[in-house]
């Protein structure tokens, strides 16, 4: 078969006469590659990379955790204010938290009504039951969610990265507000125990949103950070199952519960010692949206 010429693209086509080399696609043997260098993928990376960790050191919000409930919060806040500046920082290298799956590692998800709103406001299919909607897979919600989120310009997410701290700042009154995070790869903060001291890095911002999830080797991060903090007396600790009281609970419940940092998600029931719900997600998206409204609330102020 005759090689098929490709229509390139602007940056193609002048790599492609720079570098006199035909782009060819013919599967059946000639495939040809435009030329690279090794080191210019290297830059290609680096200078993104870096540039944009500079960019986001001062953030408009920076949401902790890509969950359900952080991604469901991403999505609403960038789209309702597509000039923030919002900064995802999940520290898992695969964002989406626990919405995988649905519950026990099976793939249906469950979601109540009214959050179906949402599945319909970015274009996943779904099965009505009634009083909920299940959709057929967790992973093409969470999938469908998360391209969005990263295809909005105004959203950076940061995965393989650590929240390891919070900034807290005190005013002359000596009231305290959590004005930012302090960051580290994922990789580094599972390892201080074995390494000497690795300082960490800091991303500011007027708003902190924390979805870490309820408490487990990372979640419930910053409930517990105000405990140590001096920021909350104790934990309420999270409560037994109990759909009906858990999901409005976390939607209701979602606020600023102290000056600068916002709780969605199941990190709240750590924090009011609320329900769990088990394998229902409209709480999580519900939530999600709240956070984002609060945030809103707060840079409007
Ligand atoms: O990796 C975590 C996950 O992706 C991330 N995370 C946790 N600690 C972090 C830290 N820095 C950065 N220190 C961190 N990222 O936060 C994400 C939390 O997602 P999740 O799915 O665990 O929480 P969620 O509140 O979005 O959704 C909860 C879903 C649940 S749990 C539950 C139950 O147990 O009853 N029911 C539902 C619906």
Redesign the pocket.
């Known amino acids: 078969m005759a090689p098929v010429a490709v229509t390139p693209t602007p940056e193609k086509a002048a790599a492609h006469v720079a570098s006199k080399y035909e782009v060819l696609e013919d599967y059946e043997g000639a495939y040809k590659f435009a030329p690279i260098q090794e080191a210019q993928v290297s830059r290609a990376m680096i200078k993104r990379y870096f540039n944009t960790m500079y960019e986001r050191v001062i953030s408009d919000v920076v949401i ?7 991604l469901s919060c991403a999505y609403h806040l960038a789209n309702k204010q597509p000039n923030l500046k919002i900064t995802i ?4 290298v695969a ?5 995988w799956l649905g519950g026990q590692l099976m793939t249906p998800m469950v979601i109540r009504k009214p959050a179906d709103r949402f599945l319909r406001e970015i274009g996943v299919d779904y099965e009505d039951e009634g009083a909920f909607v299940v959709v057929k897979h967790a992973a093409l919600f969470t999938s469908t969610l998360l391209s969005k989120v990263l295809a909005m310009p105004n959203v950076v997410l940061m995965n393989a ?4 701290d919070l900034v807290v700042h005190s005013d002359f009154e000596n009231k305290q507000r959590v004005a930012g995070v302090v960051t580290n790869w994922t990789l580094v903060a599972l390892n201080h125990d074995t390494q000497s001291c690795m300082d960490p890095n800091t991303i500011t911002a007027p708003v902190i949103i924390s ?4 408490d487990g080797p ?2 419930a ?1 910053s409930a517990k950070r105000m405990v140590s903090a001096g920021l909350l007396k104790e934990l309420g600790n999270m409560r037994g ?1 109990d759909m009906n009281r858990a999901e409005p609970a976390i939607v209701n419940g979602t606020r600023e519960v102290t000056p600068g940092l916002i709780l ?4 709240l029931s750590e924090h009011d010692g609320s329900n ?6 409209g ?2 998206i519900g939530s999600g949206i709240k956070a984002a409204e609060e945030a809103m609330r707060i840079l409007a102020s």
Do not use: W
């Open positions: 902790v955790g890509a969950g359900s409930a952080g920082i999940e520290a898992n964002p989406g938290g626990g919405a990265t650590a929240v390891e979805a870490t999830g309820h990372m979640g991060f199952l969605t998600g199941m990190e769990r719900m088990g394998p229902t997600f709480a999580m």
